[in-house]
């Protein structure tokens, strides 16, 4: 056998999809794992006539791929990618090109571009959504780096990635060093809020409307023929039909109310505060994952200050309705934070970032995917706005939605359900469309206190005041 195309170093579910997938596509491809046994059951469970190369060695991979080499890695993020990195600079020469696959935090993947390119390596750190599933029968796809390595993994990852209704290839070049795992972080932000939004809709039919699973399932079955038409709102639909095998009840009925999460909506929350960007759906959405990991606490807690608010609902189709638009318009309003993030990183960072492809490659594969990423696209082609919420189709879809969205968030307050995501998205909306905000007396208790200055809304300048002799 010549040499290999790329070489797939992490034989975890991820390694191993990503590698059949390029195999699949024809690819010859060395794969390494630190655990022999591993890539071993991976060869004997997996593999038919597939071309590939199992490596027991670092030295035997590297040597078995053709320069420049390409060696995507599939590992845990963080400590690990290091000291693979560490280990795999060893072997490999100038001009050569590591792609990290995984979840790393953006400013690592900054500095291990840095680090490399002194020593003459190119280094591609790549976003990649979509799950096990995604990885094996095309994932969306968020590269960056410098170009010219881009060109080398170019045509793999067009070939490997998730292919759009249209054909397009879900897997574009974002930019710069870190930006391709930043955009992946936004990804994953969004896919928070999103998951957030939809589990309170589920909890407001259920808990509030007091409907059946049944009855909440044949909602988002309908909802996903509709605007809302997306990967999680079909997911969800699925969740609710499943029976659990030992009780005979739904499943999601006996799943602990206790979400786990593995850092990046956290690292997307932080990262909103830290370059001033407000971000609330996606901040909301972390807190309430804390909120819920603290089961015990809550239990009590609902013992000591639970009160019975329920509100009678007459009509529960009209209630379904105003749902559907409060959970559409918080959606436009979670997506636009999103996208706002990834303006104000543009301008802090120094990318190019083309806001409406990041739009399309979202459009299939990741865990975000759906239609109404078209919907982004053309709103950035269109009307070239600031944000999204001030598009023409946006714009009017928020206007339309917003009576049915107030009257769900005076229910949610009225009768005490935990809905973050809806509330303080409305808050979100009405403080962006506020020409005029508390702020001035901020400013002026700022002043009172620390002579920390004022601006005047009547002439230029940087004012203050004895406020007190
Ligand atoms: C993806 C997912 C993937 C993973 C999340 C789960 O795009 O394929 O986002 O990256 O499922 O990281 O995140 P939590 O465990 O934090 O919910």
């Not at 070239?384 to 009257?407: G, H, P, T, Y």
């Not at 303080?424 to 905000?437: H, I, P, Q």
């Amino acid at each position: 056998m010549g040499k290999s195309t790329i070489g797939v170093y992490g034989m975890g579910v991820m390694g191993q999809s990503l590698a059949l997938n390029m195999m699949r596509h024809g690819y010859q491809v060395s794969v390494f794992n630190i655990d022999y046994d591993v890539t071993e059951t991976f060869l004997q469970t997996k593999i038919s006539d597939e071309k590939v190369v199992a490596c027991k060695e670092l030295k035997e991979f590297v040597d078995s791929l053709e320069k420049p080499r390409r060696v995507f890695l599939m590992v845990t993020a963080g400590k690990v990618t290091d000291l693979v990195i560490d280990q795999l600079k060893e072997y490999l020469e100038e001009g050569d090109i590591i792609i990290d696959g995984g979840n790393s935090y953006f400013k690592d993947t900054i500095r291990r571009f840095r680090e490399l390119r002194e020593c003459g390596l190119h280094f591609v750190g790549t976003g990649v959504s979509g799950g096990e599933r995604g990885a094996l029968e095309g994932p969306s796809m968020m590269p960056s780096g410098d170009p010219e390595a881009y060109q080398y993994v170019e045509q793999i990852f067009t070939d490997i990635s998730a292919k759009a209704k249209d054909g397009a290839p879900c897997c574009a070049y974002i930019g710069g060093d870190g930006s391709g795992h930043y955009v992946k972080m936004v990804h994953n932000g969004i896919e928070y809020a999103d998951i957030q939004i939809i589990c309170e809709a589920y909890d407001l039919m259920r808990h509030g409307a007091g409907l059946s699973v049944e009855e909440i399932q044949q909602v988002f079955e309908r909802w996903n023929k509709g605007r809302l038409k997306s990967y999680l709102i079909e997911i969800t639909g699925k969740i609710l039909k499943k029976k659990d095998d030992e009780t005979g009840k739904y499943l999601v009925d006996v799943i602990l109310d206790k979400a786990g999460q593995k850092g990046t909506g956290k690292w997307t929350s932080m990262e909103g505060l830290d370059i001033g960007a407000a971000i609330p759906t996606i901040a909301e959405s972390v807190f309430s994952r804390y909120i819920s990991a603290q089961k015990e606490e809550r239990v009590r807690a609902s013992q000591e200050l639970g009160v019975d608010l329920s509100v009678n609902i007459d009509d529960k189709e009209k209630f379904i309705d105003d749902l559907e638009a409060a959970v559409y318009a918080a959606k436009i309003c979670c997506y636009a934070q999103g996208f706002e993030l990834l303006k104000k990183a543009a301008e802090e960072y120094e990318w190019t970032l083309d806001f409406g492809q990041i739009a399309m490659i979202w459009r299939e594969g990741c865990i975000i995917r759906a239609d109404f990423l078209e919907d982004i696209k053309a709103a950035y082609d269109q009307d070239e706005v600031s944000n999204l919420m001030l598009s023409s189709k946006f714009k009017k879809e928020l206007l339309d939605a917003q009576k049915a969205w107030r009257r769900m968030v005076c229910y949610i307050v009225n009768c005490g359900i935990y809905a973050p995501a809806l509330t303080s998205t409305l808050n979100y909306f009405d403080g962006y469309r506020c020409a005029r905000t508390s702020a001035n007396l901020t400013q002026a208790q700022r002043d009172f206190f620390g002579a920390h200055t004022y601006e005047r809304v009547d002439k230029e300048g940087i004012y203050h005041t004895i406020w007190e002799e």
